[in-house]
């Protein structure tokens, strides 16, 4: 189980600090939600803002998630920046599996985004090329939104085809992640959990971090099986 606490929630005067908070908070990974105006309407930071924290938090996997229209002039300033795996949205239609191989020429891993509305069909036909299928749970744009609870299926989904098909990838939840959704999700079959607003949020990251990790290790059904 992953717990990622996204930048996008910490405080914007300090990311510096932000990012260091995170690093000792016991958090695998720091997610970057990287929004460009277009394709969703609200813009956050770019590549060198994620340059100028990666030395801040050098133990944290750097999960960066690319909502925007044209990645492809992106992936190699993020992929300089510091990014370990880059994400974009399935919702760029043909444009998908070239990105998807640029991606991974530039030596990161990949994953894959899929919206609210759109069918989790989509990412069926690109499941053995990348590293993670990230389930959005609210529509991309803006933190602090209610989950919602109508993606829950898709998760299961991905987890069904991960079974069947013996494939490796992650599953990642991304909006409105608590420690109550985060249990749904992980009871879905989700194993990776991005939360801004409940753990940056709270002054106690460290505290936060811990009692989601607890929580959602006692909901993963694998553990689950091994109890009986
Ligand atoms: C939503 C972003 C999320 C966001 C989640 O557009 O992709 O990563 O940071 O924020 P919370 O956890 O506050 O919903
Ligand atoms: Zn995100």
Same mark, same amino acid.
């Given at each position: 189980m992953?717990?990622?606490? +996204?930048?996008l929630a910490s405080d914007y005067t300090r990311f510096g600090k932000e990012a260091e908070r995170a690093c000792k908070s016991g958090a695998d990974w720091?997610?970057?939600?990287? #929004?460009?105006?277009h394709f969703v %309407?609200?813009? +956050?930071?770019? %590549?060198?803002?994620?340059?100028?924290v990666r030395p !801040?938090?050098?133990?944290?996997?750097?999960?960066v998630h690319l909502m925007c229209s044209r990645p492809e002039i992106l992936l190699e300033p993020f992929a300089n920046a510091g990014a370990d795996q880059i994400t974009i949205h399935v919702e760029l239609g043909d444009q998908v599996e070239p990105l998807i191989w640029k991606i991974k020429k530039l030596g990161k &891993?990949?994953?894959?985004?899929v919206n609210p509305p759109t069918a989790i069909t989509a990412v069926q036909p690109h499941l053995e090329q990348i590293d993670m299928v990230l389930v959005m749970t609210v529509n991309p744009g803006f933190?602090?939104?209610?989950?919602i609870h109508e993606c829950l299926p &898709?998760?299961?989904?991905v987890e069904a085809w991960r079974r069947e098909r013996k494939l490796p990838y992650r599953i990642e939840v991304d909006g409105g992640i608590n420690n109550q959704t985060a249990a749904e999700c992980a009871r879905a079959g989700a194993?990776?959990?991005?939360?801004?607003?409940?753990?940056?949020? !709270? !002054?106690?990251? &460290?505290?936060?971090?811990?009692? #989601? !990790? &607890?929580?959602?290790?006692? +909901?993963?059904?694998?553990?689950?099986?091994?109890?009986v």
């Open positions: 992953i717990i990622a606490p +996204s930048l720091l997610h970057l939600d990287i #929004m460009d105006g %309407p609200n813009i +956050s930071f770019g %590549p060198a803002i994620v340059a100028a !801040r938090a050098k133990n944290l996997f750097f999960d &891993k990949v994953g894959l985004a933190g602090g939104q209610s989950f &898709k998760i299961q989904q194993d990776t959990f991005v939360a801004g607003t409940s753990l940056f949020g !709270r !002054r106690n990251l &460290k505290a936060a971090v811990a009692k #989601m !990790r &607890k929580i959602v290790n006692a +909901s993963d059904p694998a553990l689950a099986d091994l109890k």
